[in-house]
């Protein structure tokens, strides 16, 4: 009788450890969810990803086309004529080649910002999938 107390005691002990952990890591949560989140970094891309993919009309309101598309015709056209520049010299000059993101810098922004975000994505499953693995072992070695 005396070693079930003892077992009894250890386990609310144990419970209320668990219970104090289980608080701890709920405010750590809601502290970083209002900090930042997944959610708010897409809701914070998806104007910049909205601007560059919205299509503009010509002057006789004939159907033009995107930011992103008209950007990314002018570097394709200054890297060939940077390519036949770079020909003619002797010694060309690696100062002055074609940077992609010279002419919208928008465009630089809304692909480095969604390349984070894919990146946070696919970290955020794989810590998901790490949590479950431990939880699965510490309830089988219980």
């Not at 405010?27 to 998806?46: C, T």
């Not at 033009?64 to 002797?90: C, P, V």
């Not at 000059?93 to 809304?110: A, F, G, Q, T």
């Amino acid at each position: 009788m005396n070693s079930l107390n003892k077992q009894l005691e250890e386990l609310k002990n144990k419970q209320k450890e668990l219970t104090q952990q289980i608080k701890k890591d709920e405010k750590e949560k809601e502290k970083l969810s209002k900090i930042g989140s997944i959610d708010r970094l897409e809701a914070l891309i998806q104007p910049i990803t909205k601007k560059l993919d919205m299509i503009h009309f010509n002057a006789g309101g004939s159907r033009g086309s995107t930011m992103r598309k008209d950007s990314n015709i002018g570097y394709e056209n200054a890297k060939q004529q940077h390519a036949k520049r770079k020909l003619k010299r002797t010694n060309p000059n690696p100062l002055h080649d074609v940077i992609k993101y010279e002419s919208c810098p928008l465009l630089s922004s809304e692909e480095i910002f969604t390349t984070i975000l894919a990146i946070l994505k696919k970290l955020n499953k794989r810590i998901e999938e790490l949590e479950l693995m431990v939880w699965e072992q510490q309830y089988e070695s219980e």
